[in-house]
C-alpha cells in the first residue's frame, strides 16, 4: 500500500463540492445522488460552503452552481463525487487541479463488480496517488458530522454526542446512526468508506484516536489492506479510547458477500481471534450489540467485575435467567449467610425464592421492598453489579399502573441514581409479547442502561468487564 | 418412584370439583386462587360440570356450593386445591373418599421453600399412593384444554390447534399459550405440573404420545425423577410426533433457581447432552425458539436439507446474513454457473450482488424480477430452502407501499403458495428499529413461516432439518 498524507486536513470540511448534480432527480435513493446530498446538505443547515458544479446550470436547489472544479472560489476541503463510474477518473483530475483536499466517490460498480471495475478503480488509484488526494470510496456514503450539521442520510437524526462510527457499509452506518439515539448516545462522526481505495479503516481509526470529540470508536469492517498497520493503532488506542469492532465475513459465505460488497478480502477467522486477544479490542456481531456495548460504557462506571445478582419475576423466568447470565459468562454467585437472612426479613419463600436469581414477584412491584433488597446487596462485596430482570411475565402480569409505578421509582430512587452498585435493568427476553423498547428508551435517557433482552445485557456486561480487566492487566506488565 | 396408574383416565375432565373457594378474593392474582378459577371455567363456558366446595355457602359466582367433596352427585374427574399448605392433606384424604381421579394442588409452599415443606410433600404423597390418586403439582396452574373450554389463566387464548406443552412452570406455560397462536398456532392440551410430586412429565408424555388431537409435543423441565423411563418414552414418541424440549436449569446458578422453583434436581450438562444425542428430541433454549421450531414443523413439509439461498436486501446486510447462516448451521452453497447467469440476465451489479446471500434491494422491490430470481432458485437442485432475509435497513428504505405490496406479492403469488420449494421470510435482525411483528403475524397466517430474526430463522430450520435427518437415519438401521 502506498501511503497517503494522514486523513484529517481538512475535516470536518469546511466547504463541500458536489459534482455530478442533476437539476431533476428521478431516483428512489435521494441520499445517494448529487441532487439529493446538496438538498441534505441544505435542510441541514451545513456550516460551511457548497458549491454545486454542472457545467449546464447556474443555480440548482438554492445553491450556486459553478461550471467546474476550477472555477469554484477556493481549493475545496471536500469534493463529493456521485457521476456514473466511467466518468470519474477524469473528475479526480479535476480535483487535483482545484487543489482539493478529501475526494468521497460514492459511485459504484468499481472492483465489486468484476474483473473491469477493478481496472477502473486501479487507474483511479494511481491518479489520485499521484495527486496526493484523500479518497473516501468508491461505493461508499461519506461522512457524518453532528457538530457541523453534516448528515449521511436523510433518515438519519443529527444528534452528537461521544461515540464514532467507522463503517465499510452504508447501510449498517445508517442503522446504528438510527439506533443510536434510541439507546441513548449521538455521534461525534460517523464515517461510511465503502471500497476503501486509498483511505482505510486505520487512516480514520488514527484520526479518531485524537479526536477530543470521541470517546469511543466503533468499527464496522469486511477486509483490511494494512493489517499490521492497523493492529498497532488498536494496540495503542484502545486503552484510551475502548475500539468496538464487527468483523464481517467471517465464514465463507459472508466472505462471499464481503467481495461482492466492497471487494474486500476478509483474512481468516483463526487471524481475527488472535488479532481481538492481542489487542483488547471489544468484538461484536451485529449492530445492535455494538450499541449495547456502547450504551455500557456510557452508562456505567468502570469495572472488571462479573459477579451479579439477578432479580426476576416468576420461577421459570428466574431458572432461565440463571442459565443465560451464566451461558453469557457472568457469575452469579450463591448469597453469602447474611445478605440471604437479610433478604429473608421480608420475603417470603412461598411463590418466590432467594437463591441468586431472587424469584421475587413481590419485590418487583413493592418499591420498598425493591429498594431493601437493593441495599442489601449493594452492601455484599461479593457482588459487583445489580440486574433487574423484568421479563414477559413482569409486563403480562401487573397493571400497566404498576409498571409505570415501579419505572417512576428506578428513575427517582435515590440509591439507584448514586449507583452505589450500578443497577441495569434487563427486558423481555421471551419473544414480543410486549413492546417494551419505549419503556427501556426512557430508563437509559434518565442514565439506567436498559437492555431489550437478558441475555444481550450479559453479554455486554461481560465485554464490558473484559475489556477493563484487559486494560487493567496490561497497565500491571 | 412408586408407580401410579396411567394418567389419561378422566381426561379431560368431565367434571371438576374446586376446593379453597372463598366468597370474596382480595388477590392479585385471579387465575391462582378459587374463586379466580371458578370465574374463569364459567367465563371461558368449560364443557362439564363444576361444583365449588365450602362448608358455609350455598351459592359463589353462580354455581351451586357443595359442603363437602363427598357431598357432590358424581366422583369428580378432577379436583382442584387451592387451600393453604398445612390443609392439603386432609383434603386429599378427602378426594380419596370422594372417589376422585386426578387432583391438582394449586398451592405452593412445599418441597421449593426447604425441609418442612418436603415433609408435608412427604405425607401428601404417601396418603395419595396410598389411594391410587393421579395428583399434579403442588405449585402449579394445571390444565390447559381449549376442546373442553377450559383456561389455564384468565390471559391466555383458547385456540385448538395440534400443539401440546407439559411445563414444570405456570408462567412460561402462560407465555406460550399467549405466543403460540401469534405464530400462528394453537393447542391441544397444555399442562403446568409443577414440584411433580406424583405424576411427572413422563406420565404426561405417555399420554401425549397417543393423544389424537396432539401432533407436536413441547416440554419445559427443570428435573425428571425418573431419567430411564422419560428416555424411553421420548426415544419412542419422538419417531411420530416431534418432540422439542427446553431444559432449565442447565448452569449451576439456573439448577439453584430451579431447586428453590419446583425442588428439582436437574442432571448434569453432559447427562442432556447425552439424551438429546441418543433419543433426536430436539433441544431449545427458550419459549421464543420453542414456538419457531413449532412454527416450522407445522408450515414446511419434511426436509433433511440445510442448503439455502438467501435473499437480503442491503450489502452489509447480506454480509452479515451470509454469517448468520453459516454460524447456525446452514449450508450456503456457491450457486452453479447456470443459476448465476440466470440471476444475472435481469439483476445489474452494481449495489448489487448475485453470490449467495443475493445482495438484490431491486429484486424485493421488483415483484416480477422476485419471481424470476424464486424460480430459477426452485429450478436448482443444489437448494433446499429460499430464505427472504428483510432487515431493519430494508423495512427504512422502501415506502410503506411497497412493503405492503411486497407482502400481498408474496401472499399471493402461486410459485410461493405451491411451496415447490419452502420460502421462509426473516425480519430485522437488528434491533427495533422497527415493529415487525405484526407483518410477521400475516405472513403466517398465509402459511408462509416468518421470523423475528434471520439468527432465529437459522436455527429453526437448521433444527427442522436435523430431525428428519435422524428420523431419516434411524429408519435405515
Same mark, same amino acid.
Given at each position: 500500500?502506498?501511503?497517503?498524507?494522514?486523513?484529517? %486536513? $481538512?475535516?470536518?470540511?469546511?466547504?463541500?463540492?458536489?459534482?455530478?448534480?442533476?437539476?431533476?432527480?428521478?431516483?428512489?435513493?435521494?441520499?445517494?445522488?448529487?441532487?439529493?446530498?446538496?438538498?441534505?446538505? =441544505?435542510?441541514?443547515?451545513?456550516?460551511?460552503?457548497?458549491?454545486?458544479?454542472?457545467?449546464?446550470?447556474?443555480?440548482?436547489?438554492?445553491?450556486?452552481?459553478?461550471?467546474?472544479?476550477?472555477?469554484?472560489?477556493?481549493?475545496?476541503?471536500?469534493?463529493?463525487?456521485?457521476?456514473?463510474?466511467?466518468?470519474?477518473?477524469?473528475?479526480?483530475?479535476?480535483?487535483?487541479?482545484?487543489?482539493?483536499?478529501?475526494?468521497?466517490?460514492?459511485?459504484? +460498480?468499481?472492483?465489486?463488480?468484476?474483473?473491469?471495475?477493478?481496472?477502473?478503480?486501479?487507474?483511479?488509484?494511481?491518479?489520485?496517488?499521484? +495527486?496526493?488526494?484523500?479518497?473516501?470510496?468508491?461505493?461508499?456514503?461519506?461522512?457524518?458530522?453532528?457538530?457541523?450539521?453534516?448528515?449521511?442520510?436523510?433518515?438519519?437524526?443529527?444528534?452528537?454526542?461521544?461515540?464514532?462510527?467507522?463503517?465499510?457499509?452504508?447501510?449498517?452506518?445508517?442503522?446504528?446512526?438510527?439506533?443510536?439515539?434510541?439507546?441513548?448516545?449521538?455521534?461525534? =462522526?460517523?464515517?461510511?468508506?465503502?471500497?476503501?481505495?486509498?483511505?482505510?479503516?486505520?487512516?480514520?481509526?488514527?484520526?479518531? $484516536?485524537?479526536?477530543?470529540?470521541?470517546?469511543?470508536?466503533?468499527?464496522?469492517?469486511?477486509?483490511?489492506? %494494512?493489517?499490521?498497520?492497523?493492529?498497532?493503532?488498536?494496540?495503542?488506542?484502545?486503552?484510551?479510547?475502548?475500539?468496538?469492532?464487527?468483523?464481517?465475513?467471517?465464514?465463507?459465505?459472508?466472505?462471499?458477500?464481503?467481495?461482492?460488497?466492497?471487494?474486500?478480502?476478509?483474512?481468516?477467522?483463526?487471524?481475527?481471534?488472535?488479532?481481538?486477544?492481542?489487542?483488547?479490542?471489544?468484538?461484536?456481531?451485529?449492530?445492535?450489540?455494538?450499541?449495547?456495548?456502547?450504551?455500557?460504557? !456510557?452508562?456505567?462506571?468502570?469495572?472488571?467485575? =462479573?459477579?451479579?445478582?439477578?432479580?426476576?419475576?416468576?420461577?421459570?423466568?428466574?431458572?432461565?435467567?440463571?442459565?443465560?447470565?451464566?451461558?453469557?459468562?457472568?457469575?452469579?454467585?450463591?448469597?453469602?449467610?447474611?445478605?440471604?437472612?437479610? !433478604?429473608?426479613?421480608?420475603?417470603?419463600?412461598?411463590?418466590?425464592?432467594?437463591?441468586?436469581?431472587?424469584?421475587?414477584?413481590?419485590?418487583?412491584?413493592?418499591?420498598?421492598?425493591?429498594?431493601?433488597?437493593?441495599?442489601?446487596?449493594?452492601?455484599?462485596?461479593?457482588?459487583?453489579?445489580?440486574?433487574?430482570? !423484568?421479563?414477559?411475565?413482569?409486563?403480562?402480569?401487573?397493571?400497566?399502573?404498576?409498571?409505570?409505578?415501579?419505572?417512576?421509582?428506578?428513575?427517582?430512587?435515590?440509591?439507584?441514581?448514586?449507583?452505589?452498585?450500578?443497577?441495569?435493568?434487563?427486558?423481555?427476553?421471551?419473544?414480543?409479547?410486549?413492546?417494551?423498547?419505549?419503556?427501556?428508551?426512557?430508563?437509559?435517557? =434518565?442514565?439506567?442502561?436498559?437492555?431489550?433482552?437478558?441475555?444481550?445485557?450479559?453479554?455486554?456486561?461481560?465485554?464490558?468487564?473484559?475489556?477493563?480487566?484487559?486494560?487493567?492487566?496490561?497497565?500491571?506488565?
Amino acid at each position: 500500500m502506498s501511503q497517503v498524507r494522514r486523513f484529517g %486536513d $481538512g475535516f470536518p470540511p469546511k466547504n463541500i463540492a458536489v459534482v455530478g448534480v442533476s437539476r431533476n432527480d428521478q431516483t428512489s435513493h435521494p441520499g445517494y445522488t448529487g441532487l439529493g446530498l446538496l438538498r441534505m446538505l =441544505k435542510e441541514s443547515g451545513f456550516h460551511g460552503n457548497v458549491y454545486p458544479v454542472n457545467p449546464y446550470a447556474t443555480n440548482i436547489a438554492g445553491f450556486q452552481v459553478y461550471n467546474s472544479l476550477t472555477s469554484i472560489p477556493q481549493p475545496p476541503d471536500l469534493v463529493i463525487i456521485t457521476v456514473p463510474a466511467a466518468a470519474v477518473p477524469q473528475v479526480i483530475e479535476d480535483c487535483i487541479a482545484a487543489r482539493a483536499i478529501n475526494v468521497q466517490i460514492c459511485t459504484s +460498480g468499481f472492483g465489486e463488480t468484476g474483473e473491469e471495475g477493478k481496472r477502473l478503480e486501479h487507474r483511479i488509484k494511481e491518479i489520485a496517488s499521484q +495527486g496526493g488526494l484523500r479518497v473516501i470510496g468508491p461505493n461508499c456514503m461519506g461522512f457524518h458530522v453532528p457538530s457541523v450539521n453534516m448528515r449521511m442520510h436523510p433518515d438519519v437524526p443529527l444528534v452528537p454526542g461521544p461515540v464514532a462510527f467507522v463503517s465499510q457499509s452504508g447501510g449498517h452506518a445508517r442503522i446504528f446512526l438510527i439506533r443510536g439515539p434510541e439507546l441513548g448516545f449521538g455521534f461525534s =462522526k460517523a464515517i461510511s468508506y465503502g471500497n476503501a481505495l486509498i483511505l482505510d479503516a486505520p487512516d480514520f481509526l488514527e484520526y479518531l $484516536g485524537t479526536d477530543p470529540e470521541t470517546g469511543i470508536i466503533c468499527m464496522y469492517l469486511e477486509g483490511i489492506k %494494512d493489517g499490521r498497520r492497523f493492529m498497532e493503532l488498536v494496540r495503542k488506542i484502545n486503552h484510551k479510547k475502548p475500539v468496538v469492532i464487527w468483523k464481517g465475513g467471517l465464514t465463507d459465505s459472508g466472505a462471499r458477500a464481503a467481495a461482492s460488497h466492497t471487494a474486500s478480502l476478509g483474512g481468516t477467522r483463526q487471524v481475527w481471534d488472535a488479532f481481538f486477544k492481542q489487542t483488547g479490542a471489544i468484538q461484536v456481531g451485529s449492530i445492535e450489540e455494538m450499541g449495547e456495548v456502547a450504551m455500557t460504557f !456510557l452508562l456505567i462506571k468502570p469495572s472488571a467485575g =462479573k459477579r451479579v445478582a439477578v432479580f426476576a419475576a416468576g420461577g421459570g423466568s428466574s431458572v432461565a435467567t440463571g442459565d443465560i447470565c451464566a451461558e453469557e459468562g457472568l457469575e452469579v454467585p450463591a448469597f453469602s449467610e447474611q445478605t440471604r437472612k437479610g !433478604l429473608l426479613d421480608f420475603i417470603t419463600l412461598v411463590n418466590q425464592g432467594v437463591a441468586n436469581p431472587i424469584d421475587v414477584p413481590s419485590v418487583v412491584v413493592d418499591f420498598s421492598s425493591l429498594l431493601r433488597a437493593y441495599e442489601i446487596l449493594a452492601a455484599d462485596p461479593m457482588i459487583d453489579i445489580v440486574i433487574l430482570h !423484568l421479563g414477559a411475565e413482569f409486563f403480562l402480569g401487573p397493571t400497566q399502573d404498576v409498571i409505570e409505578e415501579l419505572h417512576k421509582y428506578i428513575l427517582s430512587a435515590p440509591a439507584f441514581k448514586s449507583h452505589a452498585k450500578p443497577v441495569v435493568v434487563a427486558l423481555s427476553e421471551e419473544g414480543h409479547v410486549k413492546d417494551t423498547d419505549s419503556y427501556a428508551q426512557s430508563l437509559r435517557k =434518565k442514565g439506567i442502561p436498559a437492555y431489550n433482552s437478558l441475555r444481550r445485557a450479559c453479554r455486554a456486561i461481560n465485554r464490558f468487564a473484559n475489556y477493563y480487566e484487559f486494560i487493567g492487566a496490561s497497565a500491571r506488565l
